[in-house]
């Protein structure tokens, strides 16, 4: 595959690169949505998410926690990867993961510090970043941390375009936009080529 511009998380598509096609539970609206709907998921669907946990806002903890684990279940019944929310909820999250075993996780538009990063990515976990990266100096340097390998970029539900992204991650890592790109494409390879082939 050429490698193109993965946007690993977008809540809105422009149809240019790759974007991926989740479904799941958001934290916050654990206590809305019905979890026995996600059982008949669309054919098109790469990955579970974004689901996790949010200890800042959203529904309450155990709805939270009660949706998440049925959510890890139902990726490791259907093999699909999982797109995590985390905030505030590190090690419940990582507890649960350690727990479940999905078979790859990625930590959607990750924000934690240098030291998290490093756990999440001993345990083979992928880290992805977004526009909020690049005001927080304790993100930027996790972004320089994480090895290509396991490096995806997003938008998230920001306006700025996934190339804006790329050239501010490459300007941070001190790369360049296609060595980001060669690297993500790679890695989604990784990821969803086993599914879809």
């Not at 927080?136 to 996934?162: C, H, N, V, W, Y």
């Not at 190339?163 to 790679?186: D, F, I, M, S």
Request: glycine residues 8%; contains cysteine.
């Amino acid at each position: 595959m050429t490698a193109q511009f993965v946007n690993i998380h977008t809540h809105r598509p422009t149809g240019r690169g790759i974007e991926l096609r989740t479904a799941g539970i958001h934290p916050w609206d654990a206590d809305k949505e019905d979890i026995a709907a996600l059982g008949t998921l669309p054919a098109d669907v790469q990955a579970i998410g974004e689901t996790g946990l949010d200890y800042a806002r959203g529904a309450g903890r155990q709805r939270q926690l009660a949706a998440f684990r049925a959510q890890l279940a139902l990726a490791r019944e259907r093999r699909l990867p999982v797109v995590l929310h985390c905030v505030r909820a590190f090690e419940p999250v990582m507890l649960e993961l350690a727990a479940r075993e999905p078979r790859a996780v990625i930590f959607h538009g990750f924000i934690g510090s240098p030291e998290q990063a490093r756990r999440a990515l001993e345990k083979g976990y992928y880290l992805s970043f977004g526009v909020r990266t690049f005001s927080s100096p304790k993100t930027m340097e996790a972004l320089r941390e994480t090895p290509p390998g396991q490096l995806f970029l997003e938008t998230d539900d920001s306006d700025t375009g996934i190339e804006e992204v790329y050239a501010h991650a490459a300007a941070v890592r001190g790369t360049t936009v296609e060595a980001l790109k060669r690297a993500t494409t790679e890695n989604y390879e990784r990821i969803f080529a086993p599914q879809n082939g």
